[in-house]
């Protein structure tokens, strides 16, 4: 059992704010400014090149691979970090698809995020060999698994409503008609309890700087079914997934196990802030963080509902069809957004009326969730959305 | 003119250590450990999500790359930064051999980076159209500009021996044939007076943590001519090179300018690192450290050639033809180069056969050099590399 009460403290929180969006950008470790600053100036600055061995820096995205694995269910060994999630997504999928040749309908829904949408469709025009990225509802995805499927690829969590796919179900459906499932877990890594290995994915994805924490601009993983690895030709085929990179062959042989996957030179002070931020989740009961995740996004509803009746559940009412954070419709939600801000209660606002709030047990608690309510009840009650310095929409970080 | 005593004082060198590695990894410009500091505490610790905006993050590559952008005499507003030198080499081709689309031909020599092949194999293999991927011997390059070739793919700088292509003749000698040209820069950038602009290059993408001294992992950069741009479509086409990636469109629409060659989220962290390199580079004068490079090399060559007559001469003698490096061939190279890193001095081994030294003025100097000499003399002489300790060939950085 996670003691929540002593994670928390683990993280630096700027003074009086409530930091309801840990599911953007997760918040600081206090061990990650050291760990962080020991690489710049022990490791670059004494090391120099030589880090790249003596510091172990080249073998950190396999570790930090298998670090991340154990929070989504992966056999040890078959999880890499590098690049970022959308490139994760191109490799992934150019690699599904070459397991299902005969086939060329990409299912997705219109809950995905839309780079996993725009990547696809880059793939597709760059293979140029007729295959159709077939958008439904998300509700519609479980009844469109046909036998003309090549690859069903999900994001598990919607990033606007947080609505949580049954990733078992779904995978088992594609397996059914001989389809591959490759899953984007960007909002479910450090979320909920993931499971790749029990659900039967084959491949999936995700991003490190949400509720890994793990910084801005982390680097993404990628997991492959032991089952499909050596059969994957890397669609990026850098020199770092090379059989041999200090050989500088001319010929590419791709390296074995899900090093192949790898593609260029990691970006080493990231994996660092990484590193310190898994110190923290190699410590975290799954179980136990899905239990109070649920029970703190139960009291927010309830909270929120009983003092705003103006704002519209966008979220699953159901805690199992959810993921770890809560959305609200406003038709204001930008200015409603930028007062609770304003207030020190930070949030997300997804075009075009989206309020969201992620909760992440590790540093929010019961009390934050009170403070959020009265905050959020004022703005609302009082009209504070109203207010003209807060009307124009702006890029929304 | 600038004064390189001075910026040799920017940098953290390790005791004692003559470090002629800064063509693999640039050392630590002392401020970037204060700059790292403040973005890990003062910007992701207490602005957390805001960072994006507040903190400047989201412009960051934009900003860097114009700054990159003086050193390769490019544009402004046509660099950005991002992903590793492999990703924009896939981006920067798969443009290049759109504008071509009726020739099959992507002309490059034995001497470009293996990554920059593989990943050029990688893309003929998805695109499935028939593209011929070229290699030549480097001296061959310029008689092989036939009307049959869509692309010619050259590294300036080869990694192993330093001989420099004629950036401008060549680029002239693929126009003139109706091919483009991309240009990879990873030795090029830092090391000698870049002129893409003058030299009328389509692409050019290079490394930022080579001669720039942006740290282990620092992100790639891009250039493409303004004449091109408005006709890319990105390869990766990730949701921050759309034209509005916080509308979260369903389509793809590439935004203006070099912007859509972006991505996914930028590594915050390694970009302040090369940030704070960059406030060195602002105050170069390109033309004098060329001079001065060449001033350092030629000292070297002498020395090393006097008194080690085993060590034969790898890189071209002409300085004009030449990198920012120097290379001998010997047969035990490793175990020589082994033997100098135990007297500390630092270069890097090439397989086969390679001792490879880089010159970097910004804080290499004619003492220095000396000394690398004394060392070089030493360890030939007397046979330091015939000790079995050094023989073992081992992964080299």
């Given at each position: ?50 880090g790249w061995n003596r510091a172990g820096w080249m073998a950190q995205p396999e ?177 770092l997934?090379?059989?041999?990179p200090f ?15 790898r593609?260029?030179t990691p970006?080493v ?129």
């Amino acid at each position: 059992m996670t003691d929540f009460a002593a994670t928390k403290a683990l993280f630096h929180l700027p003074a009086g704010m409530i930091y309801l969006d840990g599911n953007s950008l997760g918040p600081l470790p206090k061990t990650a400014a050291a760990r962080v600053a020991r690489t710049v100036t022990q490791e670059w600055g004494e090391k120099v090149i030589t880090g790249w061995n003596r510091a172990g820096w080249m073998a950190q995205p396999e570790r930090l691979g298998d670090r991340i694995g154990r929070l989504i269910g992966a056999e040890a060994g078959h999880v890499v970090l590098g690049d970022t999630l959308s490139i994760k997504v191109y490799q992934a999928l150019a690699a599904a698809i070459d397991l299902v040749p005969d086939r060329k309908v990409i299912l997705t829904d219109s809950g995905n995020f839309p780079s996993d949408i725009y990547m696809t469709e880059g793939l597709i025009k760059a293979l140029g060999r007729g295959h159709e990225l077939r958008v439904m509802a998300p509700q519609d995805v479980a009844g469109s698994i046909g036998g003309d499927v090549a690859v069903v690829l999900l994001t598990q969590v919607d990033y606007r409503t947080g609505r949580l796919h049954d990733m078992a179900a779904l995978t088992k459906a594609a397996h059914g008609v001989g389809a591959v499932a490759v899953w984007d877990l960007a909002h479910s890594a450090g979320a909920i309890a993931v499971d790749v290995q029990g659900c039967g994915a084959d491949f999936a994805v995700g991003c490190t700087y949400k509720y890994l924490n793990g910084g801005p601009g982390a680097p993404a993983f990628i997991y492959v079914a032991p089952r499909h690895i050596e059969n994957c030709a890397p669609a990026l085929s850098g020199w770092l997934g090379h059989a041999a990179p200090f050989a500088f062959d001319l010929d590419y042989r791709p390296g074995s196990g899900i090093s192949r996957m790898r593609v260029g030179t990691p970006p080493v002070l990231q994996m660092a802030a990484l590193d310190a931020a898994m110190d923290i989740w190699d410590h975290v009961d799954m179980a136990a963080l899905r239990r109070t995740s649920i029970a703190l996004t139960q009291q927010f509803i309830a909270g929120v509902e009983a003092a705003c009746p103006m704002l519209t559940l966008a979220s699953p009412r159901d805690p199992d069809a959810r993921g770890s954070q809560v959305s609200f419709r406003f038709a204001d939600g930008y200015a409603a957004m930028q007062a609770c801000i304003a207030r020190n209660l930070v949030g997300d606002f997804r075009a075009p009326d989206i309020m969201r709030f992620g909760f992440t047990p590790l540093f929010i608690d019961a009390d934050d969730v009170d403070r959020a309510i009265s905050i959020i009840a004022d703005v609302m009650q009082n009209r504070l959305w109203d207010d003209p310095a807060y009307k124009a929409k702006a890029a929304v970080t």
